[in-house]
């Protein structure tokens, strides 16, 4: 079974005993929301995560009443912000999206950044929202007012693929269809559609037809211009050193299997981005350095030594030539397959560079992988040695034990690591699956990590593979109801949290403003030293329904906290370990960890 095929065999039946409404009886009556509700469940949509609110309170009703909270599923969450990162999570694993419901103009706005995250990470997610009565007459005093917008979809435009707000109920079915089509449409993304609250709670005589969703879904991605394929082959065949940066590309391991015979086949030498998740075995003999946000120096000497490049889909192209290149273009030819630019527009600038390219085609990264497999003809693959794991044992508790006591206590088991934080060496663990680590949020924010974490887990219920996310404190106190969600819909997860008590990136950041302007740098924990008092994650776990363990202060006991941890979670908990890590960032594995000596005792 390919990689996101499982996703939803489970879920179902294990959330049927939670949340079950009473059949509602006797009251033949139909409503605008119960056409909508029809029309979310004909779109294949199996949960929808949402925050309460009155604007959608119609649609709320026929979930419950009328649909019987099945297909979809509501998920309660605490905060909307929760709400779109759980979708956002579950969609990097089932390669699907999942519904949101976001309450009038404010449930928006506090949803925009998980909505922005998801932009940029190009997942598909169906955001519906709701506002007015438009129709001024029929509105509530004060509180209709100010809830009510008159371009609802103008405050999150820019990074959506297309929003709308139907005037008709009909016109609200075609838009939910609409709008499955284009999310999932490659390069994807989320949607938005407010329905009106007016139209919700009017009467309908009968329910209308759904249309036959297999009419209606997404096209295949485009193959690659013929011209361009015969090109780039030439320009492969060719040449005797390639490189293959591996970027956007699927989770399905026939894909995946596509990628590793094709570095065989070109004997290239292969490179993959820690901000996205696993594309290429990273502990293949090809797979040039362990994967990190900014590119190692081994990664630039191989550019540098390249005479192709082949870039699948790369996130920030432009970006890696000015790091390997300086201000100079590269030597070598350069082919890159994307369908990005499709997306680009002038709000902001996730669409990076403008990079110099030989053959460019408009096509998914995946379409053309299979593309030059065939063209270039199979190749048995050299017997080879995979690379091995650094030494992490180590008497501190930082990241690096972390790492250690993860990987001791889950080796030859199947985990799935949704997120990791930046202090993280990719030497630390090597990614074998498509599945094995599912990279950053996109957007680069704070907050995301907890529900990422429970809506990927829900993807992956029932698959037999353990979710795990390592997040920052920061993270994790900014997104902790996430757990609350979890617990309640029985989604077993384990958060292990990296506490270094400071949002210590911006500490790095305040040292270097202090270097250039000759200030002193011991000022630097001030306005990021999260103590005084300390935060006990693990009681505020412990609060949501988590099994919560720490803080853990030694070595033997993260050992002891982590086979504990997850033990729980294999009996389909939710478990959280609060690990007081000293800051820092591993970057040379050299078994020392940089700490944050500048800090008082009670900050580091």
């Known amino acids: 079974m390919n990689a996101p ?44 995560a949402l925050n309460p609110g009155a604007s959608f309170r119609g649609l709320h009703d026929s979930l419950v009443n009328h649909n019987g909270n099945r ?96 005037a008709s109920v009909p016109a609200a079915v075609e838009a939910l269809s609409r709008a499955r089509q284009i999310t999932d449409t490659a390069p994807k993304g989320p949607v938005y559609v407010s329905l009106d609250a007016g139209l919700q709670e009017a009467r309908v005589a009968q329910m209308p037809a759904m ?77 040039v350095a362990p994967p990190a946000a900014f ?33 100079h273009a590269p030597r070598a030819r350069v082919i890159h397959a994307s369908l990005d630019q499709q997306l680009h527009g002038g709000w902001n600038m996730e669409y990076f560079g403008l990079a110099p390219v030989d053959v460019h085609m408009a096509c998914d990264a995946d379409t053309l992988v299979a593309a030059l497999a065939s063209a270039l003809g199979a190749r048995q693959a050299p017997p080879c040695e995979p690379a091995g794991l650094p030494e992490l044992a180590t008497d501190q508790v930082s990241i690096r034990a ?64 353990l979710p795990i996310g390592i997040v920052g404190d920061g993270d994790f106190m900014m997104g902790v109801t996430a757990v609350w969600t979890a617990c309640h819909y029985r989604i077993p997860v384990l958060l292990i949290v990296s506490n270094n008590r400071s949002f210590f990136n911006d500490e790095m950041h305040q040292e270097r403003v202090a270097r250039e302007r000759g200030r002193p740098v011991e000022n630097r924990w001030i306005g990021q030293a999260i103590s005084q008092p300390d935060i006990d994650i693990a009681a505020i776990a412990r609060a949501q329904g988590a099994h919560a363990l720490g803080p853990i202060i030694d070595v033997r006991d993260l050992n002891q906290a982590m086979a504990e941890g997850l033990a729980v979670v294999r009996a389909g908990q939710v478990c959280v370990i609060d690990v007081r890590v000293l800051p820092g960032y591993d970057t040379n594995l050299s078994g020392e960890v940089t700490r944050s000596a500048s800090a008082p005792a009670e900050a580091a």
């Open 5 to 48: 095929e499982h996703k939803t065999l489970h879920g179902a039946a294990q959330q049927a005993r939670i949340d079950v409404p009473i059949p509602s009886q006797g009251d033949e009556r139909l409503w605008g929301s119960d056409v909508m509700a029809a029309a979310v469940r004909n779109t294949g949509i199996e949960y929808v």
């Open 71 to 166: 297909d979809p599923q509501m998920l309660l969450c605490l905060h909307e912000g929760t709400a779109v990162s759980i979708a956002h999570g579950y969609a990097k694993v089932a390669n699907r999206p999942m519904g949101v419901v976001l309450h009038s103009n404010v449930g928006l706005m506090q949803g925009t950044m998980g909505i922005f995250n998801a932009w940029c990470d190009r997942v598909p997610m169906l955001v519906m929202g709701a506002t007015g009565p438009i129709d001024a007459d029929k509105r509530r005093p004060w509180i209709d007012w100010i809830h009510t917008t008159t371009d609802q979809g103008a405050l999150v435009r820019q990074y959506t693929k297309w929003d709308d707000q139907p």
């Open 211 to 287: 249309p036959e969703l297999q009419r209606y879904m997404p096209s295949a991605p485009p193959a690659p211009n013929a011209e361009a394929l015969s090109r780039a082959v030439a320009l492969l065949s060719s040449a005797r050193k390639i490189v293959m940066l591996v970027g956007r590309v699927s989770r399905d391991t026939a894909d995946w299997a596509r990628r590793v015979d094709l570095a065989h086949a070109l004997d290239a030498r292969v490179v993959t981005d820690f901000k996205l998740g696993a594309g290429f075995p990273t502990d293949h003999p090809r797979h």
């Open 295 to 327: 590119s190692p120096s081994a990664v630039s000497a191989a550019l540098c030594d390249a005479e192709v490049i082949l870039s699948l889909d790369w996130l920030d192209l432009a970006g890696t030539f000015k790091q390997a290149f300086g201000g």
């Open 402 to 465: 972390i790492a250690g006591a993860l990987n001791e206590h889950t080796q030859g088991q199947d985990i799935c690591v949704v997120r990791l934080p930046l202090g993280w060496n990719g030497s630390y663990r090597h990614f074998k699956h498509p599945l094995d680590y599912l990279g950053g949020d996109g957007g680069a924010g704070i907050g995301s990590g907890p529900g990422m974490c429970v809506g990927a887990a829900l993807a992956l219920r029932g698959s037999g593979r």
